[in-house]
């Protein structure tokens, strides 16, 4: 069974940093793509970045020059390296997995092409 398990959300103020996990089980990072998400309350869900699992990244535009996405295939687990926090970067993030899908580009920001997702770690970033 495959399941994808979030960590490391929490309260910050703003301009603070914080560091997501995302382990996965079920399935090892091999040719797979990766992926952040967040939804903000009262907001549609949004992609924040994405990577394959032999490390071609894609950042969303709002978000890129201060969050970095990485993985540990050793570990299985993905990274969110968040800095820099914005009052507008509050909400729950997601991880999600496409096993055995060679995504890249802006496929890995396209949230149909996942096909696991986590239960979310909130983020508050407060003034």
């Known amino acids: 069974e495959v399941q994808l398990m979030e960590s490391g959300g929490g309260s910050v103020q703003a301009g603070g940093s914080l560091r997501l996990s995302c382990t996965a089980s079920g399935f090892t990072f091999d040719e797979s793509g990766m992926g952040w998400f967040r939804q903000a309350p009262g907001k549609e869900r949004e992609a924040v970045a994405g990577t394959t699992t032999d490390g071609r990244t894609v950042v969303a535009e709002s978000v890129k020059s201060r969050f970095t996405i990485s993985l540990d295939k050793d570990k299985n687990t993905l990274y969110l390296e968040m800095n820099d926090l914005r009052v507008e970067d509050t909400a729950m993030y997601y991880c999600?997995?496409?096993?055995?899908?060679?995504?890249?580009?802006?496929?890995?920001?396209?949230?149909?092409?996942?096909?696991?997702w986590g239960q979310g770690t909130k983020v508050t970033v407060s003034a």
């Open positions: 999600a997995g496409a096993p055995g899908k060679y995504y890249f580009g802006d496929a890995l920001l396209d949230q149909s092409s996942y096909d696991y």
